[in-house]
């Protein structure tokens, strides 16, 4: 079946950019998603690429996608506190198919 | 305000009891989703419906079961054959069934055995 891989942990100081990296074995979805997740919460989706685009910017928020290696981060430039939560990469046609999340842990 | 609804936000569940989360949207969206997350994990699709009147069985469907009468509700049954119901419960919905859209989700409903 569909496998969604992430890193589990990430830690940065504020202020520093953040690289949260996913890798995927389904290449047949149009999108792939990055949610984030804070404690007792719901997904928030925070920004998606077409899979025929390489990058996508959205402000702090930088995508790549590496068709090649079935391979796709999410930068975030600045990183505040608030950036603190649980991130998700997220691939699929219909339903999603999510890693575990990767838990980004912002130091003041 | 548009969104997705997910009531109770706490649930406890006895033992040999079915219990009924809820979910209503009113983003107009065709599709509609149940997930469910362990700690520590991803999401697991649990069910699914594109569309009034009909849904599919996701990857852990055993001990559950679904209805979708009304384009805005698709409330999800534990049912007492599900043996390890404690878990966060997420629903989603996304605007077109035969189209990739994006899925937003509710709030969650946290469920425990007591």
């Known amino acids: 079946g569909e496998d969604v891989e992430q890193s589990l942990f990430l830690s940065v100081r504020e202020g520093d950019s953040s690289v949260i990296n996913c890798t995927y074995t389904?290449?047949?979805?149009?999108?792939l998603y990055w949610y984030k997740q804070e404690p007792g919460a719901g997904l928030q989706l925070l920004t998606y690429i077409f899979s025929n685009m390489d990058m996508k910017q959205d402000q702090r928020l930088t995508v790549l996608l590496n068709k090649k290696d079935k391979h796709l981060s999410l930068r975030i430039a600045d990183t505040q506190t608030g950036d603190s939560a649980i991130y998700f990469c997220?691939?699929?046609?219909?339903?999603?198919?999510f890693g575990s999340g990767t838990r980004l842990q912002v130091q003041p | 305000d548009g969104g997705i609804t997910q009531s109770p936000k706490y649930l406890f569940r006895k033992e040999g009891q079915n219990v009924t989360l809820s979910c209503e949207q009113n983003l107009n969206h065709d599709a509609m989703y149940w997930y469910r997350q362990d700690p520590g994990q991803g999401l697991r699709l649990i069910y699914y419906?594109?569309?009034?009147?009909?849904?599919q069985k996701g990857d852990i469907a055993e001990g559950y079961s679904v209805s979708r009468e009304k384009k805005e509700s698709f409330p999800l049954t534990v049912t007492s054959a599900q043996k390890n119901p404690t878990a966060f419960y997420l629903c989603?919905?996304?605007?077109?069934?035969?189209?990739?859209?994006?899925?937003?989700f509710g709030d969650g409903t946290r469920l425990s055995i007591l």
């Open positions: 997220a691939t699929g046609r219909r339903a999603l198919t």
């Open positions: 419906s594109q569309i009034v009147n009909d849904f």
């Open positions: 389904d290449s047949s979805s149009t999108y």
């Open positions: 989603a919905s996304s605007g077109q069934r035969d189209s990739n859209q994006p899925q937003h």
